[in-house]
C-alpha cells in the first residue's frame, strides 16, 4: 500500500477546492458582446415615465397614429428590457446547476482517490469527506430546482412567454390605439413577466394538467353520451375542425372569441350547460375572460347536437369549409 503524507493530502485538497472558479465557469453560454449593464444602460428611456408622459400628452390626444408610435416604442422597448433578465436568469439557474453538480462530483472524485491511496486514520477521514460531499450534493438535489423538474419549468416558461408575446404582437400589430390602448399593453407586459417565472410555470403546469383532464372528460362525455351517428368519423372531423378553430388565437381572435361565447349558434342543452359552467355565474363573458371563454368554448364544443344544422351554423361563424 502507497501511503500518503500529511503534506500530500493537504496539497491535494487544495488542487481540488482551488478548481471550483473552473468548474464554475462552465457557463453553456457564450459571452454576449455587449454586457447587462451596457445593455440596460442603453434602454433607460423605457423604463422611466417619459414616454408614458409623451402617450399622454395632450397635444397628442387628437393624433392616435403617434400614439399608437409611442404606445408601440414604449411595449417594444419594454419586451427588450424583461427578454434581458429572463435570459440572465435562465442562465444563472443553468449556471448554479453545473457548478454543484460538476463541482462535487469532482471532489467526490479525488477524495475518493486519496482514500485510496492513503492508510489508516488519513483514509478514514478522507472517506468520511467523500461521503459528506456525496450526501450535500444528494441532499440538494433532491430538494433544489436543479433537476428533472427545473429543465421541465424552464421549457415550460419559455413556451408561456411565447404564447403571451403572440398576443402583445398581435396586438401592437393588428390594433389601433383606441383598441389597444397603452395600459392594456402594460397590463399584458406583467403576464409576460409572470410568464417567465416559476411560480408561473407552476401554474402553467397545473393549469395544463387540468384543462387536458377537463378536455378528456369531454372525450369521454362526447362517446359515452352521444348518439352513433353523432361520432361517425365525418361529424368527428367537423367537430374537431372547429375545436381547433377555436384554440388558434391568430385564426379566431379574443374579440370573435368573446363574441361567440356570449351569442353562440343554438347547440343543445348541453352544450348551454357546459358553457354556464365557464360562466361562473355571470352574465356574459367580459374582455378579461377571453381566455376561460376560448377553453370553455372548445369543451362545450364537444358535447353540442351533432346535427348538419348545428355544425354548418359554427362553421359559417367561424368560416370554415366542412371537410
Known amino acids: 500500500m502507497v501511503k500518503l503524507s500529511s503534506k500530500y493530502i493537504i496539497a491535494l485538497l487544495v488542487l481540488l477546492t482551488s478548481g471550483c472558479g473552473h468548474f464554475a465557469a462552465t457557463r453553456g453560454f457564450p459571452v454576449p458582446s455587449v454586457d447587462v449593464e451596457t445593455r440596460l444602460a442603453q434602454m433607460d428611456v423605457y423604463r422611466g415615465d417619459t414616454l ?8 397628442n390626444a387628437n393624433n392616435p397614429r403617434e400614439r399608437q408610435r409611442i404606445r408601440n416604442d414604449l411595449i417594444n422597448g419594454r ?4 427578454d434581458i433578465h429572463f ?9 448554479e446547476g453545473i457548478g454543484l453538480n460538476v463541482f462535487a462530483d469532482a471532489i467526490a472524485i479525488g477524495l475518493g482517490a486519496a482514500g485510496a491511496l492513503a492508510s489508516g486514520g488519513t483514509s478514514q477521514i478522507l472517506s468520511g469527506a467523500t ?3 456525496i450526501g450535500t450534493k444528494e441532499s440538494v438535489d433532491k430538494n433544489a430546482f436543479f433537476d428533472q423538474t427545473m429543465s421541465a419549468l424552464m421549457t415550460k ?4 412567454r411565447k404564447s403571451v408575446l403572440v398576443g402583445i404582437r ?3 400589430l393588428n390594433s389601433t390605439d383606441e383598441q389597444y390602448p397603452l395600459a392594456q399593453g402594460l397590463a399584458d407586459l406583467e403576464g409576460y413577466y409572470y410568464a417567465g417565472t416559476i411560480p408561473g410555470a407552476i401554474t402553467g403546469v397545473v393549469q395544463s394538467a387540468g384543462d387536458e383532464a377537463a378536455e378528456a372528460d369531454a372525450q369521454l362525455r362526447l362517446v359515452f353520451n352521444r348518439p352513433v351517428d353523432f361520432v361517425s368519423k365525418p361529424v368527428l372531423d367537423r367537430v374537431d375542425a372547429i375545436v381547433m378553430a377555436l384554440k388558434d388565437s391568430t385564426r379566431v381572435s379574443d374579440n370573435q372569441v368573446l363574441a361567440l361565447a356570449n351569442n353562440p349558434p343554438d347547440s343543445g342543452a348541453e352544450f348551454t350547460k357546459m358553457l354556464e359552467l365557464y360562466r361562473d355565474g355571470k352574465p356574459s ?3 378579461a375572460d377571453a381566455a376561460v371563454a376560448r377553453f370553455g368554448l372548445t369543451q362545450a364544443v364537444h358535447v353540442m347536437e351533432g346535427s348538419d344544422a348545428v355544425l354548418s351554423a359554427w362553421e359559417q361563424r367561424l368560416e370554415l369549409t366542412p371537410p
Do not use: R, T
Not at 435570459?87 to 449556471?95: I, T
Not at 416558461?157 to 408561456?160: D, K, L, P, T, V
Open 285 to 287: 363573458f367580459s374582455n
Open 170 to 172: 398581435n396586438g401592437l
Open 52 to 59: 408614458i408622459k409623451q402617450y399622454n400628452d395632450p397635444v
Open 87 to 95: 435570459n440572465e436568469f435562465l442562465q444563472s439557474l443553468h449556471e
Open 79 to 82: 419586451i427588450a428590457l424583461i
Open 157 to 160: 416558461m419559455i413556451a408561456q
Open 131 to 133: 461521503a459528506a460531499v
